[in-house]
């Protein structure tokens, strides 16, 4: 069964950090990716890393986030650093991935709350 499954949201002040992960079992992935919907918005893009580890950012989080991912065997998990958060990056993350089939696959969502 191919499944994503994220942990790390919650609730954290202005200017704070968190880290999300992202468990991946099930295939062999070429592409990660991070996206994210705040309430009323469609979802967009937050960031994306390849089999090579070339890495895009939305403008919005350059600088204050990084995605990463640990191939190592039998584990493949993919990270978000969030540092320098903002009341704007309220919203619910999602983990995304792409196999090397180019099946889309998609986790369940971990909520993040940037609120003093």
């Known amino acids: 069964q191919v499944q994503l499954v994220e942990s790390g949201g919650g609730l954290v002040q202005p200017g704070g950090s968190l880290r999300l992960s992202c468990a991946a079992s099930?295939?062999?992935?070429?592409?990660y990716g991070w996206y994210r919907q705040a309430p009323g918005n469609q979802r967009e893009l937050v960031a994306t890393?390849?089999?090579?580890?070339?890495?895009?950012?939305a403008d919005s989080v350059k600088g204050r986030f990084t995605i990463s991912r640990d191939n190592a065997k039998m584990k493949n998990t993919v990270y978000l650093q969030m540092n320098s958060l903002k009341p704007e990056d309220t919203a619910v993350y999602y983990c995304?991935?792409?196999?090397?089939?180019?099946?889309?696959?998609w986790g369940q969502g971990t909520l993040v709350t940037v609120s003093s």
């Open positions: 995304y991935a792409q196999t090397v089939t180019s099946r889309e696959v």
């Open positions: 890393i390849t089999s090579v580890a070339n890495t895009n950012y």
């Open positions: 099930g295939s062999i992935f070429s592409i």
